[in-house]
C-alpha cells in the first residue's frame, strides 16, 4: 500500500515570496490534515478536510495561509507572503475517518520550508 | 484545555538496554486515546503504540509497551533491548474519543549508544 506522498520535500524562498504544497493521502482515506512543525516542538494542525470539506482551520493563519482539497482526494496548502517565522516543516497525514475510534494517523514525509 | 507534557528533552540508552519515556497529560474527559508516535532524522513521524483510556490492560508492540495509569493520568513508554534504528524522537499524543484532533507533546529525542 502506498504512503502518503509529500512534495516538494524542501524549499528555500525569499520572505514575501509564495510557495506552496502537495499533498496525496492513502487511497480511501477521507480525512486530511495539514500540520506545521517548527524544529524541537511537536506538530500543530492547520487544517483537517473530511473529504473536500474543511473540518477545522481554526489554526490557520488565513491572511496569509490557504489549503484546498479538490475532489476530497489530493491536497495543496499554500503561503503568500511567506515570513521567517514560517521557516518549519510541514506535514501531510490522512486517516481513514475522524470519527470516534482512535483512528489512526499516516504522515508523509513532510516538506521542510526555510524562509530567509 | 487537554494539554500534554514530555518533561524530557532528550534521553539517552545504551544498545540493548531498556529505557522509559515519560508522558503526562491533563483532561477532565473519561475517554479517550492516547499515542506514541516515532519521528525519526528523515522526518516520517510513525505510530508506534496506541492506548484506548478505557482498556485496563497495557499495551504492547514487540519491544514497545506502555505503563498507563488513568488516575494519575501518566502514559510512559518503555522500549526494551534498544536497537541504533530507535534513535528518533517520540512524541506522546492525546485524541478524544469524540473529537478528531491530536494534542502533542514536545517530544523526547532519544539517543542510542552503540
Known amino acids: 500500500e502506498a504512503g502518503v506522498a509529500q512534495s516538494p520535500r524542501y524549499k528555500i524562498i525569499e520572505k514575501r515570496q509564495s510557495v506552496a504544497f502537495w499533498c496525496n493521502p492513502i487511497?480511501?482515506?477521507?480525512?486530511l490534515y495539514w500540520y506545521q512543525q517548527i524544529l524541537g516542538q511537536g506538530p500543530k494542525l492547520l487544517i483537517q478536510?473530511?473529504?473536500?470539506?474543511?473540518?477545522?482551520d481554526s489554526q490557520l493563519p488565513k491572511d496569509r495561509f490557504s489549503a484546498e482539497r479538490l475532489k476530497g482526494v489530493d491536497s495543496t496548502l499554500k503561503i503568500q507572503p511567506a515570513k521567517l517565522e514560517d521557516s518549519a516543516v510541514y506535514l501531510c497525514?490522512?486517516?481513514?475517518?475522524?470519527?470516534?475510534?482512535?483512528?489512526?494517523?499516516?504522515f508523509g514525509p513532510g516538506t521542510r520550508l526555510t524562509v530567509l | 484545555a487537554q494539554t500534554v507534557t514530555q518533561s524530557q528533552p532528550e534521553m539517552s540508552v545504551q544498545e540493548a538496554e531498556t529505557v522509559t519515556l515519560s508522558c503526562t497529560y491533563d483532561?477532565?474527559?473519561?475517554?479517550?486515546?492516547l499515542f506514541w508516535y516515532k519521528q525519526p532524522p528523515s522526518r516520517q513521524m510513525i505510530l508506534v503504540i496506541r492506548?484506548?483510556?478505557?482498556k485496563q490492560q497495557n499495551a504492547t508492540e514487540n519491544r514497545f509497551s506502555v505503563n498507563f495509569q488513568k488516575a494519575a493520568k501518566s502514559f510512559s513508554l518503555k522500549i526494551s533491548d534498544s536497537q541504533l534504528g530507535d534513535a528518533a524522537m517520540y512524541f506522546c499524543?492525546?485524541?478524544?474519543?469524540?473529537?478528531?484532533?491530536?494534542?502533542w507533546g514536545a517530544g523526547t529525542k532519544l539517543i542510542i549508544k552503540p
Open positions: 497525514a490522512s486517516s481513514l475517518s475522524a470519527v470516534r475510534g482512535g483512528n489512526e494517523q499516516f
Open positions: 487511497s480511501g482515506h477521507a480525512t
Open positions: 478536510f473530511q473529504n473536500n470539506g474543511v473540518v477545522d
Open positions: 483532561t477532565s474527559e473519561s475517554d479517550y486515546y
Open positions: 492506548q484506548e483510556a478505557y
Open positions: 499524543a492525546y485524541r478524544e474519543g469524540s473529537n478528531y484532533q491530536l494534542i
